[in-house]
């Protein structure tokens, strides 16, 4: 086989990845409608709803994994204006509505409504989603998103009441190396995915950067990230 003909195998997977992506947005919209009808049961209600949270998170692995192939190719978009927090909560609020309907979690928001960031807002839009679906997986009943500035940062956090990050996230959320190792239950895809997004928002030398926590006081994990 020729040069010309050798398979760039990661090209066709990010081309493969972009087509799935269209068709499971395709899907998800098709879950809403038939979800929303109104001759549904509460059970078949709850039913789509899990069908449509299940189809969000392969769409948001798809999403990343697109993501972090133009990344490491030196062409991801990135476009950093001025933006309202606020819409980035309400969007990913939107967005999960349909599983938010069916289950007994509360959301409280703790933002002022005219608190600004510098951001890209589909990227940071996309980030703040991967999380927040994460904690509709572990969280008990309540899940609190929260934004405020602080030394010259802003700070956008995601809390639960689930039981908290594993040790080797909390270990690769304040280092270099991500673990991928699926035994443990999560890959780190989605923490690889935030710290190189974060990384993006750079402003003179200070650089985005993403912190987990587990709460001291009570159960339960805080993801924090931190732009200039």
């Given at each position: 086989m020729?040069d010309?003909?050798?398979?760039?195998?990661?090209?066709?997977?990010?081309?493969?990845?972009h087509?799935?992506?269209?068709?499971l947005?395709?899907?998800?919209?098709?879950?809403?409608?038939?979800?929303s009808?109104?001759?549904?049961?509460?059970?078949q209600?709850?039913s789509?709803?899990?069908?449509?949270?299940?189809?969000s998170?392969?769409?948001?692995t798809?999403?990343q994994?697109?993501?972090?192939?133009?990344s490491d190719?030196?062409?991801?978009?990135?476009?950093?204006?001025?933006?309202?927090?606020?819409?980035?909560?309400?969007?990913?609020?939107?967005k999960?509505?349909?599983?938010?309907?069916?289950?007994?979690?509360?959301?409280?928001?703790d933002?002022?409504?005219?608190?600004?960031?510098?951001?890209?807002?589909?990227?940071?839009?996309?980030?703040?989603?991967?999380i927040?679906?994460?904690?509709?997986?572990?969280?008990?009943?309540?899940?609190h998103?929260?934004?405020?500035s602080?030394?010259?940062l802003?700070?956008?956090?995601?809390?639960?009441?689930?039981e908290g990050?594993?040790e080797?996230?909390?270990?690769?959320?304040?280092?270099n190396?991500?673990d991928?190792?699926?035994?443990?239950?999560?890959?780190?895809?989605g923490l690889?995915?935030?710290?190189?997004?974060?990384?993006?928002?750079?402003?003179?030398?200070?650089?985005?950067?993403?912190l987990?926590e587990?709460?001291?006081?009570?159960?339960?994990?805080?993801?924090?990230?931190?732009?200039?």
């Amino acid at each position: 086989m020729s040069d010309q003909e050798k398979l760039d195998f990661s090209t066709i997977l990010a081309t493969s990845v972009h087509d799935m992506k269209n068709s499971l947005f395709m899907l998800l919209q098709s879950i809403e409608v038939l979800g929303s009808a109104d001759n549904l049961t509460d059970q078949q209600h709850k039913s789509f709803a899990d069908l449509h949270y299940q189809t969000s998170r392969v769409n948001s692995t798809l999403m990343q994994l697109l993501a972090l192939y133009r990344s490491d190719k030196k062409e991801l978009p990135i476009y950093i204006d001025e933006h309202c927090v606020v819409d980035v909560f309400t969007e990913v609020i939107d967005k999960n509505q349909t599983y938010l309907n069916c289950h007994d979690i509360e959301i409280n928001v703790d933002v002022d409504d005219d608190l600004m960031g510098y951001f890209d807002i589909d990227l940071i839009t996309y980030l703040i989603g991967d999380i927040f679906v994460n904690a509709l997986r572990h969280a008990q009943k309540t899940i609190h998103l929260r934004a405020f500035s602080k030394d010259g940062l802003l700070n956008i956090q995601v809390e639960d009441d689930g039981e908290g990050y594993p040790e080797h996230m909390l270990a690769a959320s304040q280092n270099n190396q991500t673990d991928f190792n699926a035994n443990k239950g999560r890959s780190g895809l989605g923490l690889l995915f935030a710290k190189r997004i974060a990384a993006e928002h750079k402003n003179k030398q200070i650089q985005g950067h993403i912190l987990c926590e587990n709460k001291l006081q009570s159960k339960g994990g805080v993801f924090t990230l931190r732009l200039p």
